[in-house]
């Protein structure tokens, strides 16, 4: 993905959020209104019973679900961290960012452009901090004082 895209996409954030919330809803829907009860069916040419492994579409759905919802969670982090960003911009600052990376217009200010691509690299690295975290691996100690001197940055 090109770091405009990247960049372009923490413009979105509200409604990749909306998108798999809504997901995560149709899914349920159509989880729900599948019937999970045995019937007949004909295999290799013979009458037999034929039903799912609930056990295993329990699983699948839920575990969905879940991954479904730590994105979510990880979207809402992206948003939290990119707002305390915007928050501390002037209002010409922020047309610009709007103008070039939320409407695709070819307007230049290469300041601006490394100020939210450091910003944006640095909220990247806090989630692949935080989701080493999460998943309990061991960050490394450059990673750790990396992610502390982030958050003292994102907290000023």
């Known amino acids: 993905m090109a770091v ?10 509200d409604d990749r959020i909306s998108k798999t919330k809504n997901r995560i809803r ?10 999970l009860t045995t019937r007949l069916g004909m295999i290799d040419d013979q009458l037999t019973t034929v039903g799912c492994d ?18 979510i969670r990880v979207l809402r982090l992206k948003k939290h961290y990119f707002n305390a ?14 103008d ?3 409407h695709d ?9 490394e100020l939210i691509l ?12 935080q989701k080493k975290h999460y998943e309990g691996e061991e960050p490394t ?13 994102l907290e000023a």
Not at 26 to 35: A, E, M, T, V
Not at 121 to 127: F, S, V
């Open 100 to 102: 070039r990376y939320k």
């Open 54 to 71: 609930i056990e295993t579409e329990v699983t699948n759905h839920v575990s969905a679900t879940q991954i479904a919802e730590q994105h």
């Open 141 to 153: 100690n450059k990673e750790k004082k990396d992610y502390e001197t982030m958050l003292e940055l």
């Open 105 to 113: 217009m070819d307007v230049s200010n290469n300041e601006l452009d």
């Open 118 to 129: 450091d910003e944006v690299k640095e909220i990247e690295q806090a989630i692949r901090y």
């Open 4 to 13: 405009k895209d990247v960049i372009g996409s923490y413009f979105s954030l």
């Open 85 to 98: 960003f915007w928050n501390m911009l002037d209002t010409s600052s922020k047309e610009y960012y709007i």
């Open 26 to 35: 149709n899914s349920r829907i159509n989880f729900y209104n599948r019937s």
